[in-house]
T-cell receptor, first 113, second 110 residues
Framework: GNSVTQMEGPVTLSEEAFLTINCTYTATGYPSLFWYVQYPGEGLQLLLKATKADDKGSNKGFEATYRKETTSFHLEKGSVQVSDSAVYFCARNSGGSNYKLTFGKGTLLTVNP | NAGVTQTPKFQVLKTGQSMTLQCAQDMNHEYMSWYRQDPGMGLRLIHYSVGAGITDQGEVPNGYNVSRSTTEDFPLRLLSAAPSQTSVYFC?????????FGPGTRLLVL
């Protein structure tokens, strides 16, 4: 079946540190891949996405590259800020439809000043 | 344009009680869905709808009912609440490219 496995947290970094959150997916079909972010007390917001192999999604300084050979979609940011503190979810679609998503368990990121 | 709204924000129920979680969207999206979020579990799909009058089960549908009489509204019903349904519930409204999530309803079942 479809599944997403992401790095367990929590992750604690100092401001301006480099961030990587690992995400791998089951290679069923040709999914689109997503990163969502959830700030404290809020719902999920789409951070970035990629729809095919070798695509790079980017937004707000975050990047992730769709790697078909390693079935991975790792999230990276070169210099994190305190405002990046949130829970990050990796997700894939199912059955070729972006309507049905399978999420990873989420990774809590805390950035200290 | 309010996006996706959910009410209530927080609710406490006793085991066996019933309640309806409300979800509304003003973006004219055909597709809507309900997820529950539990610690260490991510989000799991409960039910979804591809348009008014059409609903289907997701990954964890047991104990929940839905209906979709209008494009705007997609309520989630708990007929007899159980402690295992303590969770945070998110409604989402979707285009083919993106899902838009509501702010969530935190439910505690005692």
């Amino acid at each position: 079946g479809n599944s997403v496995t992401q790095m367990e947290g929590p992750v604690t970094l100092s401001e301006e540190a480099f961030l990587t959150i690992n995400c791998t997916y089951t290679a069923t079909g040709y999914p689109s891949l997503f990163w969502y972010v959830q700030y404290p007390g809020e719902g999920l917001q789409l951070l970035l996405k990629a729809t095919k192999a070798d695509d790079k999604g980017s937004n707000k300084g975050f990047e992730a590259t769709y790697r078909k050979e390693t079935t991975s979609f790792h999230l990276e940011k070169g210099s994190v800020q305190v405002s990046d503190s949130a829970v990050y979810f990796c997700a894939r679609n199912s059955g070729g439809s972006n309507y049905k998503l399978t999420f990873g368990k989420g990774t809590l990121l805390t950035v200290n000043p | 344009n309010a996006g996706v709204t959910q009410t209530p924000k927080f609710q406490v129920l006793k085991t066996g009680q019933s309640m309806t979680l409300q979800c509304a969207q003003d973006m004219n999206h055909e597709y809507m869905s309900w997820y529950r979020q539990d610690p260490g579990m991510g989000l799991r799909l409960i039910h979804y709808s591809v348009g008014a009058g059409i609903t289907d089960q997701g990954e964890v549908p047991n104990g929940y009912n839905v209906s979709r009489s209008t494009t705007e509204d997609f309520p989630l019903r708990l007929l007899s609440a159980a402690p295992s349904q303590t969770s945070v519930y998110f409604c989402a409204s979707s285009t083919p490219e993106t899902q838009y999530f509501g702010p969530g309803t935190r439910l505690l079942v005692l």
